[in-house]
């Protein structure tokens, strides 16, 4: 089946840096989505992407769908510490087909 | 309020009980999903509703029962379950169209 290799698996920032992390992929995506997970909780959906080479914000967040669309980034800027969780990225390769799910990068962030 | 709720949140049983999750969603959406998520592990899809009828089981084993009697109500029936099923249950509802995923919060299970 399909993978996503998401990177990476965990991050240690102090508060204020500005983390990136990526989910790359042999096969084409054409909907990239980006989730938070907070402890105890379900995945939050931050950002939606539908076309190859998008660039989309959503406050300190911004996401990109790659150009070649096997591969998507998240960025966070000025990292705070309620940015602490896990983040997913998901790809669709058509529609009507199921999500793939990356493994999902660990930040945390200390104060 | 995520607009998806599952209750319980928490459920410890032995291998020999029967118990039941349920999903509940107010977004109007008309597509329902059960997900398995087990630590350091992608999330694992297990069984997809669209309009009510199921249209994906992805090789689940039988001792997990999904039921979806309408379109914002969504059931998983477990019984004599093994302890590699403890996990957080996940269930997720969407337009029947596909994404973006609504998801809940999920039940933690733990099977003893």
């Known amino acids: 089946g399909q993978q996503l290799n998401q990177s990476p698996q965990s991050m240690f920032i102090q508060e204020g840096e500005d983390v990136s992390m990526n989910c790359t992929s042999s096969s084409i995506f054409n909907t990239w989505l980006w989730y938070k997970q907070d402890p105890g909780e379900g995945p939050v959906l931050l950002i939606a992407?539908?076309?190859?080479?998008e660039l989309t914000s959503n406050g300190r967040l911004t996401a990109q769908f790659g150009i070649t669309r096997k591969d998507s980034f998240l960025n966070i800027s000025a990292s705070i510490p309620s940015d602490v969780g896990i983040y997913f990225c998901a790809g669709q390769s058509y529609s009507g087909s199921r999500l793939t799910f990356g493994e999902g990068t660990q930040l945390t962030v200390n104060p | 309020e995520t607009g998806v709720t599952q209750t319980p949140r928490h459920l410890v049983m032995g291998m020999t009980n029967k118990k039941s999750l349920k999903c509940e969603q107010h977004?109007?959406?008309?597509?329902m999903y059960w997900y398995k998520q087990s630590a350091k592990k992608p999330l694992e899809l297990m069984f997809v509703?669209?309009?009510?009828?199921?249209?994906e089981n992805n090789s689940v084993p039988s001792r997990f029962s999904p039921e979806c009697p309408n379109s914002s109500h969504l059931f998983l029936h477990l019984h004599t379950l093994q302890p590699e099923d403890s996990a957080l249950y996940l269930c997720a509802s969407s337009q029947a169209e596909g994404p973006p995923l609504h998801f809940g919060n999920g039940t933690r299970l733990t099977v003893t």
């Open positions: 509703y669209s309009l009510e009828e199921r249209v």
């Open positions: 977004l109007g959406h008309n597509a």
């Open positions: 992407l539908y076309k190859a080479g």
